[in-house]
């Protein structure tokens, strides 16, 4: 049973003083539903998170009780991703005909502040400062930029674009361009990485509606297809975020398993993807997701970068709203928020940061602590 997305809807990114979270959910979700032609009553089931606004399931009280199933999901950054591969196998088991994916948050200002032992790991992760996440992504891309000759230069043209492209979209946050000297000589967070490279806490919602492909045209003229989704643990050997120590052989993480995991499902390979949106937390995060999505060669992004390939107009159009860095992070609707984007590219409805051409194949990948990664595939 293949699965469609018929309708998307999404509630702008930001601060939003005047609406909790959740009814930056509800608000996402009318959209979504209003755009598929569909009540709330239609629906069979939902998935949704939340890290810190609540329970997602608390949304039927916002758009009525029905008696739906509505599961919570928790799966920090890849919280929306997984949400998603759920009710697409929801739907693919031939369990239910259509349903619900939601996401929202509403996070506090300030970094995210994580408990190392609800992780497993001992205080002691804590005290050194390694829980701070800032610290360790900057030692990772310190190490990569190191291996692969990738300069700080290149850190800063990650964020320069992602803020011209975050101009361009009246969903972002950030909606005001940042030139590429003024990131580079901001404020030193951890070396390499200044204020302008990494993304923030923030708010915003952003819900979908799913079907099975056989029936998406009774929804929509413009259905948008399922063709894979696949969700990654990292193996003993990957060094990710909140991991304590390293091992003497090194293994690929969970991002380079789950896009093999992907583009063997949908049969098709990574020079087929003509919209990308790739996990970029910090921009370092951008440029090694490049190459473990298997987009290009591990030091290739230094030129790819420097060349402007992955802008909108580019060969390689990487997070063409913003991404996280534009958009900031509210945890639940992040991964949704990717996939929102990538359905309107193919429905060529993106306007002011539409992909040119004919955009058939999108591809999302996101990334969670403590190494987790979800990968979708859609076709039009």
Not at 62 to 78: D, M, Q, R
Not at 177 to 189: D, K, L, R
Not at 283 to 299: D, I, L, W, Y
Not at 329 to 343: D, F, H, K, M, T
Request: proline share 4%; net charge negative; charged share 20%.
């Amino acid at each position: 049973m293949d699965v469609a997305i018929v309708g998307i809807g999404i509630h702008p990114f930001g601060r939003t003083p005047s609406r909790n979270g959740l009814q930056q959910g509800a608000y996402a979700a009318r959209l979504a539903l209003k755009d598929a032609g569909v009540q709330w009553r239609d629906i069979q089931f939902a998935f949704g998170g939340s890290a810190s606004a609540g329970s997602a399931d608390a949304l039927v009280n916002e758009l009525g009780l029905t008696g739906i199933p509505f599961i919570n999901v928790a799966n920090g950054c890849a919280t929306g991703g997984s949400s998603l591969i759920s009710a697409y196998n929801a739907i693919k088991s031939g369990e239910h005909d259509i349903g619900l994916v939601a996401g929202f948050d509403k996070h506090d200002r300030g970094a995210f502040n994580a408990d190392p032992e609800a992780l497993g790991i001992g205080r002691w992760y804590g005290e050194v400062g390694m829980m701070m996440t800032t610290q360790f992504f900057a030692m990772k891309i310190q190490k990569y930029m190191h291996d692969y000759g990738i300069s700080a230069d290149t850190l800063a043209r990650v964020s320069e674009k992602a803020f011209i492209n975050g101009s361009l979209n009246p969903n972002a946050w950030r909606r005001e361009p940042i030139g590429v000297e003024e990131i580079a000589n901001a404020m030193m967070v951890n070396n390499p990485l200044t204020k302008f490279m990494f993304c923030s806490p923030s708010e915003g919602g952003v819900a979908l509606v799913l079907c099975r492909a056989d029936q998406a045209t009774k929804y929509t003229d413009t259905p948008v297809y399922l063709k894979a989704a696949a969700m990654k643990s990292r193996r003993y050997g990957s060094f990710e975020v909140f991991a304590p120590s390293m091992a003497l052989e090194q293994v690929d993480g969970p991002t380079v398993d789950a896009a093999r995991a992907a583009f063997e499902m949908a049969g098709v390979g990574p020079r087929d993807m003509d919209v990308l949106q790739l996990q970029d937390t910090e921009s370092g995060a951008e440029v090694m997701h490049m190459a473990e999505n298997g987009f290009c060669e591990h030091g290739e992004q230094e030129s790819l970068i420097q060349s402007r390939a992955t802008h909108i107009g580019g060969s390689m159009p990487i997070n063409t709203d913003g991404g996280c860095l534009a958009n900031g992070e509210p945890i639940g609707a992040s991964g949704l928020r990717q996939v929102y984007e990538n359905v309107l590219q193919l429905r060529g409805h993106a306007q002011e940061h539409q992909v040119p051409g004919d955009p058939k194949l999108a591809y999302t990948h996101v990334y969670g602590a403590p190494g987790i990664s979800a990968v979708t595939i859609l076709q039009k």
